[in-house]
């Protein structure tokens, strides 16, 4: 079963940076799109950033300009490069492929605070 394994996350100061990764056993990770989301407590998992598997990338309009998505498709990983990091970017953030997106993993906790 394809699993997706995200690090990278932390407390960090408002205006702080973090780099997220996610890895994958899936052997054939080149061919999907990769997705980066995020849940706040309380609220719905909403997508964050996009990238195709020919390297086009979308941003939520709440991150564009401060958060830049990244693949290596040899290496099987995603990232998601954080920067200006503001309170309301506190979340778990999660990865996944689409289509057919696999079971959601743990995800990794970022905590934007003073």
């Known amino acids: 079963q394809v699993q997706f394994v995200e690090s990278g996350g932390g407390l960090v100061q408002p205006g702080g940076s973090l780099r997220l990764s996610c890895t994958t056993s899936?052997?054939?990770?080149?061919?999907?799109?990769m997705d980066w989301y995020r849940q706040a407590p309380g609220k719905r998992r909403e997508l964050v950033a996009s990238?195709?598997?020919?390297?086009?990338?979308n941003y939520a309009d709440s991150v564009k300009g401060r958060f830049t998505m990244s693949r290596d498709n040899g290496k099987r990983m995603v990232y998601l490069q954080m920067n200006s990091l503001k309170p309301e970017d506190t979340a778990i953030y999660y990865c996944n492929r689409w289509p057919a997106p696999a079971t959601w993993g743990q995800g990794t906790q970022v905590t934007v605070s003073s």
């Open positions: 899936e052997s054939i990770f080149s061919i999907y799109r």
């Open positions: 990238i195709t598997s020919s390297g086009s990338i």
